[in-house]
DNA sequence: TTGTAGGCGTTATCAA
DNA sequence: TTGATAACGCCTACAA
């Protein structure tokens, strides 16, 4: 037998059913709440579970249903992710509130090493969650072998390039909603639009820029767009810094990104360009940063709550074998400040 | 017995016996990697995992040696949380980092409603963690009576008002680090400081502004306090208002929290003062906010990742049934920028 | 070195 | 209505 690191011993089933003198099949019954419980037993039920603190090891409990209704939530780099992205935040709460709904508990499994990666893997796969939500997956990952091969019913948010055929993904249309702030920058009449673009190595990279390309249609100038690797502030000043050099007459920016766009305005206003008088500049996430520069942002928003929502609907829904969707993409929506 | 929602049955530890032709026993000592498996064992054990596609479901080992080997972390409102406090998310980070080094599972969850609530406090005594890590808890929570009752052991973010006693805490000393950086913001010279002071009625805000009060000695002058009831921006903002009306001549400025600090900025601005020559302004908490206000805001850096990985390590000893500090004080440091 | 069997704390079946 | 009893998947003393 195993001996616990010295804990107090907690009272079970067993010893309630030892203090009221029914059976552990009444106990079980009457916790339960089904009906087929005398009022006498229940009385006596009630007074020796207050008098032993029973309280129910849903553990166990789990063992024998073969369910434990509760989900994981896969966050992968939280460090840089929580502090620059609010819509983590929001997404996670978008999830719970579904599957708590359903009465499902959501546990959010931070992985942020080797270590982690592997443990979670286990974690997994050893009957703690009936489901997984997975935001920001990475490349050859354990974590998504793992769900593969257990064909554990799964929903990312995000789409990563390697993830397996069988789950399901909840996207954005970051093509459209590209396109769509083009065409509003554009439509205040600005005449040399220019884009910061960023990792273009990822879906969300290339397609921002994709959409920025076809709302511009002929009026797309190849020279006056500059990318950098990360969504990020540094990369946004230093590339808005060379494409000032490149373009000076730019009167229009689209940064991929609010972090990008918050470090182009420095790099606008280093250059002694007045916004958005001399060069509006939009940019992409509606992150606090797009509500903290000055001027504040214009920005395209995305549902993240309703991003988390629907995964977890997602992953219900596999749980109780109905057919799920393979994907489902929610729109996102423009929101318009003073920056452009 | 249960009829588990219609999912593919795994191979368990009886399967693999079957498929190897030993016993039960020893395909466990197998997995668990003692000695005293013939390599004859091994070998057809090993095949067998692989055919049958054997993985181990540690729930059911948990239920038998007692310890689940994860400890639950609990944040409340996260919301507001992990959208305006960065540290929040370093805190995780620093004691999922603790937890990790020692082989233990953290899972953060989320409490956002009273069915969260309920819900988490089922599942803090149902077993599925050995002890808690707890941010930002509430008064007269279901949690802390759960954690109190159960004696699970657990450590505190910071000290709300009416936690368990057998609890730990670990803490900053805001009183200290609020004299430090008011002693600084003096040091430049500024002859009439003023206070923003917030969330009074909590031990956080009492004690910023008792230690904004002892740096200032007889120099504090109680009409230059203003105070706000949340750590917010727009409260920041009218309570600056205010206190601008009241002593237009104030020329520095300590502000209860950053974003506090960022809406007195802007109220400053309003009022036509300049940062910092015309009036010094300082902030507490070195959030994102400090970094992104213009000019940057002078503030005080919680050690966030220290104090997760400090809780941890406070859960780590109970759960080793070592004696445990039951408060231990983290010293914040000074970052100073351009706004005073 | 291996097999047997009992138990972890529940729920579920079935006869009483 | 209730009480035995057999699972759930695993670990581990003890015997062989």
């Known amino acids: ?71 994981g939530f896969i966050v992968h780099e939280p460090g840089s992710l929580f502090i620059e992205d609010p819509n983590i935040g929001e997404i996670m709460l978008g999830a719970n ?19 982690d990666t592997d443990r979670v893997a286990r974690y997994l796969s050893g009957g703690f969650v009936e489901g997984a939500i997975i935001v920001s997956a990475r490349s050859h990952d354990p974590i ?74 002929d009026r797309f100038d190849e020279t006056l767009v500059e990318a950098t690797p990360l969504y990020s502030y540094s990369g946004g000043r230093d590339a808005a810094t060379s494409l000032l050099q490149r373009a000076p007459d730019i009167d229009g920016l689209f940064a991929a990104s609010d972090a990008v766009a918050a470090g182009a305005m420095e790099a606008l206003r280093a250059a002694g360009r007045r916004i958005p008088e001399d060069v509006a500049i939009v940019g992409f996430d509606d992150s606090t940063w797009s509500r903290r520069t000055i001027p504040a942002l214009s920005t395209v928003h995305q549902p993240a ?4 929502a629907e ?11 109905e057919a799920a969707p393979t994907q489902v993409q929610l729109d996102c929506s423009v929101v318009w400040r003073e920056s452009a």
């Open 305 to 308: 709550r309703e991003l988390g």
């Open 144 to 217: 998504s072998e793992v769900i593969d091969r257990l064909e554990l019913p799964a929903a990312y948010v995000g789409r990563p390039p390697d993830a397996p055929a069988a789950a399901s993904f909840v996207v954005i249309d970051n093509r459209s909603a590209a396109a769509a702030i083009t065409t509003r920058l554009a439509a205040t009449g600005r005449r040399r639009i220019g884009m910061i673009a960023a990792a273009l190595d990822r879906d969300s990279g290339a397609d921002r820029l994709a959409g920025f390309r076809e709302a511009l249609g």
């Open 311 to 321: 995964a977890a609907r997602l992953v219900l829904l596999k749980l109780r074998g």
């Open 1 to 71: 037998m195993a001996s616990p690191p010295h804990r107090k011993r907690r009272a079970t089933v067993h010893d309630v059913a030892i203090h009221s003198g029914v059976s552990r099949g009444t106990v079980s019954r009457y916790i339960n709440g089904e009906r087929y419980v005398s009022s006498a037993a229940r009385e006596a039920i009630e007074a020796a579970i207050r008098e032993v603190g029973y309280v129910p090891n849903t553990a166990a409990r789990n063992l024998v249903m073969q369910r434990s209704q509760s989900v």
């Open 97 to 115: 509130a579904t599957l708590s709904a359903e009465d499902h508990q959501m546990a959010v499994l931070v992985v942020d090493s080797d270590r």
